[in-house]
């Protein structure tokens, strides 16, 4: 079974990382969205409703699974038997961020590969940090989110 982690913050999960994802899942047999939990960061939204987010938008496709996780990546992806790790790339900074990355974790455990793909030009200016920004100061966000997300948010808008 091909198993692929996809990890982040999903603070919250966008149109761009769906777009990822969903392009994703022709490669892998089972898809783990995994939600790293960094002490250095204090996240907008709630863990439970980022992950019930993500599972209402994948509710009717038994391959995704959205799980949380705290350490390493790749010791992640050891405890899920995942072989790879999926990550988006919007620009060619994405791209020498995620190498160097990529890199450290080949180094690091071998037999992990990282899989790039590249999102779709309209959803290449989506980043969780600008709709959290956009958000935050009662900017229109729909462009940017998946509906389960808009829906969710309706119900804690600040």
């Not at 309209?122 to 389960?148: C, E, H, K, N, W």
């Amino acid at each position: 079974m091909r198993t692929c982690l996809f990890p982040g913050t999903f603070d919250p999960i966008t149109l761009g990382h769906t777009d990822v994802i969903d392009r994703a899942l022709d490669l892998f047999d089972r898809m783990v969205i995994g939600i790293g939990v960094n002490s250095n960061k204090t996240p907008m939204f709630a863990l439970e409703e980022r992950m019930a987010w993500i599972r209402e938008i994948y509710k009717d496709d038994p391959r995704v699974e959205v799980a949380t996780y705290s350490g390493l990546t790749v010791d992640f992806c050891k405890k899920l038997d995942a072989r790879f790790i999926l990550r988006g790339i919007r620009s060619i900074g994405d791209f020498e961020y995620e190498k160097a990355i990529a890199d450290m974790n080949r180094t690091v455990s071998t037999g992990i590969e990282t899989i790039f793909l590249t999102t779709v030009p309209q959803y290449s200016s989506i980043a969780s940090t600008l709709v959290r920004d956009i958000y935050r100061y009662g900017g229109d966000v729909s462009s940017f989110l998946p509906a389960a997300v808009l829906e969710g948010i309706k119900h804690i808008k600040q």
